[in-house]
């Protein structure tokens, strides 16, 4: 069964660059028959997508964070990561990872447990 | 951007009922590009239905998607103690999807 965590500080300052890592298991991160996501939740703005990553190192960026945003893979570990840099208080949010089944910005299947980052200084 | 709105925000039901939830689309969404997700505190969300009608791998038939163009519903049948959550519906045929913002189903 595929499951994914995400790991990273939970407290960034303001100005700061966030950094996320999601690791999968059960399953190849090299499957091409999927994409992997960055998706954030919010109370001020609720669930949005942030951007997605094929194996190949393809990505694809909400046009609204594509300033700010940096994917990543790492076929090796079998992991992906979330950079997003220039951080607010605007960007505190519950932040998940999920499996993307059929376009880089479809339906989402399975999601991490999501964690919380909170900007701050 | 398509906008997704879905209301009323909450809507109150015993178990047992039938639960009948609408998600707006500001402009047509072809139906392959719809989802619906349910979301119970302090836990992702977790996918019912994609392509407005198909469910998810392990999700119980009483949860059925229909609709087209702008018009999108999800349905409970005989509501159990386990759906009341909160429940999102989800567009991507934009190039940034978008989520609806939520409606919560609660126990009257």
């Known amino acids: 069964q595929l499951q994914l965590q995400e790991s990273g500080p939970g407290l960034v300052k303001p100005s700061e660059s966030l950094s996320l890592t999601c690791t999968i298991s059960g399953g190849s991160i090299s499957s091409s028959s999927y994409y992997w996501a960055w998706i954030r939740q919010s109370p001020g703005k609720g669930l949005e997508w942030i951007g997605s990553v094929y194996y190949s190192g393809s990505t694809y960026y909400n046009p609204s964070l594509k300033s700010r945003v940096t994917i990543s893979v790492d076929t090796p570990t079998n992991q992906f990561s979330l950079r997003l840099s220039s951080v607010t208080a605007a960007d505190t949010a519950v932040y998940y990872c999920a499996r993307a089944p059929w376009m880089h910005v479809g339906w989402f299947d399975p999601w991490g447990q999501g964690t919380l980052v909170t900007v701050s200084s | 951007e398509i906008v997704l709105t879905q209301s009323p925000g909450t809507l109150s039901f015993s178990p047992g009922e039938t639960a009948t939830l609408s998600c707006r689309a500001s402009?047509?969404?072809?139906?392959?590009?719809l989802a619906w997700y349910q979301q119970k505190p302090g836990q992702a969300p977790r996918l019912l239905i994609y392509g407005a009608f198909t469910r998810a791998t392990g999700i119980p038939d009483r949860f059925s998607g229909s609709g087209s163009g702008t018009d999108f519903t999800l349905t409970i049948s005989r509501l159990e103690p386990e759906d009341f959550a909160i429940y999102y519906c989800q567009q991507y045929v934009s190039s940034a999807g978008a989520f609806g913002q939520g409606t919560r189903v609660e126990v009257k």
């Open positions: 402009q047509n969404v072809s139906s392959t590009y």
